[in-house]
């Protein structure tokens, strides 16, 4: 199937664009939405579209979220096409996770690990009803915010905890230079480097339903989630001119340890494995998913059947990415004019062969 | 500020004062710039110009290194009347505070100003993070729990 060029119909683009505009603005009667309105009141949109669009700029995220109208796959979109536009300076030195400022940090694998389980501003534990307060004018945040002395030592992660008995697997270091999917087409097989920048900018609907599947039983791993943090860590980037690191900033970030079970083989002795998530801003549901997919994708490593979706690397690279795959299938709205045209004297000569 | 100085960074004061104006508001600077009496003039040798850092984590949080995802970025390089050249690579798209940190940074290499410039600017904007840094964490130590296993549970 392909579709064709086709002339014409300018002026009924140009309307159609011209009413989109009015549609998206809707009754102006109340008043618009501003983009700082969009970044500070709809933070979890503006993750989701950094972290899909596979680039951390909250204010454009917003933006990009207010001219899609909300549709935050469009909003991903948008930012792909904007980061087309810029050079690249540098590349950052990896983030240090382990020294994230936490805001929230939870373990469902021990119950007292040093420093303790921080909820931070999660949703978990409110009943889902509707808050009917919130359809009236608020005034200023009710109340207050409770707030105890800090304890500002660093929390370890759980790898450093349960690691030292080697009942979990270590990380293995490399010096590698990492696969770059924005510089080089997906190639296969697929280092978990690469994997782990696909799933990072996978959509969180199709990683979350493959990471469910493999809990249902297609391709389980018994999985436990070790570690849950979300905070702010600082950027590092190493100047040429400069010649030595600097600090530009902060981002927030969502990281997931999830701990699987696993039999050992003939070189590896019985002992957990893991699976890594790692997202821009706050997303624990999308980093929990990853990985849970990540670790899905290691069973060949692991010397483990491949058989369910999760596990089968090439189906879940080429498939997580919502831009590619809204291309894909948003094609067939093109003009198939030709194509059809064919297949219908097919049908036609097909149905008169069948009658003689 | 920095979570993570490495004990052999060749520049420790530098870093500091540049990740100090890095995450500063440009109209907060300036202000405070203001207040340090009369500054050389300076020339913009480059930029301010937008562009893009590739951000990375480790796999595992302690493993090999891979791409994440990209910041936007704004990096500018000033030299002051005197001679003295400030670089800035700041998060975000705002030129004006990418200007700013530049001359910072090259106001703070001027043994004649430094002192005040370090009084007056980073200081003040370095408390102001520090406290916004503690309030944040204050909120997240009043979320802190404990857990108790119910007895009748296997644990």
Known sequence: MAYVAVKGGEQAIDNAHAWLAEERRGDTATPPLSVAQIEEQLGRSVDRVMA???????????????????????AAFLLRAYRTTLPRFAHSKPVETATMRIERRVSAIFKDLPGGQVLG?????????????????????????????????????????????????????SD??????????????????????????????????LGYSTQRGYGGSHPFAGEIRMGEVSVEIEPAELG????IGDLVLTECQMVNQFKGS??????????????FGFGERKAMAMALVDRAMRAGELGEDVTAPAQNVEFVLYHSDNIEATGFVEHLKLPHYVDFQSELQNVRRMRTEVAE | MNDSVSADHPCPARRRWMSVVARAQPDRIAALLGACGEMPGHTVLRGPEGGLVMVRGRAGGGGAAFNLGEMTVTRCTVRTDNGYVGH?????????????????????????????????????????????????????????????AMQTMRT
Do not use: C, N, W
Request: charged share 30%.
């Open chain 1, 266 to 279: 003939k070189t590896v002795p019985p002992q957990f494995t893991r699976g890594y998530g790692l997202v």
């Open chain 1, 52 to 74: 899909e669009g596979s680039l951390y700029d909250r204010e454009l995220a917003a933006l990009a979220i207010k001219q899609a109208q909300g549709d935050l796959i469009e």
């Open chain 1, 244 to 247: 030595f690191a600097i600090d």
């Open chain 1, 176 to 209: 590698r230079e990492p696969g770059d999917l924005t510089r080089e087409p997906l190639a296969f097989p697929a280092a978990r480097d690469v994997r782990l920048q696909a799933l990072a900018r996978g959509d969180e609907g199709f990683l979350l339903g």
């Open chain 2, 88 to 148: 800035a690579y700041v998060a975000g798209r705002e030129a004006q505070r990418a200007e700013l940190a530049a001359l910072v940074d090259a106001l703070m290499q001027d043994p004649d100003r430094s002192d005040g410039i370090e009084r007056h600017v980073i200081v003040p904007l370095e408390k102001q993070q520090a406290a916004r840094k503690a309030e944040r964490a204050q909120k997240a130590a009043a979320t802190r729990v404990q857990f108790f």
């Open chain 1, 121 to 173: 501003p999660t949703y978990d534990y409110t009943h889902r009803l509707l808050d009917f307060a919130l359809m009236a004018d608020e005034k200023a945040a009710s109340g207050g915010v409770s707030m105890e002395a800090a304890d500002l030592t660093t929390m370890p992660r759980v790898p450093d905890i349960l690691g030292h008995e080697g009942l979990l697997e270590a990380d293995a270091a």
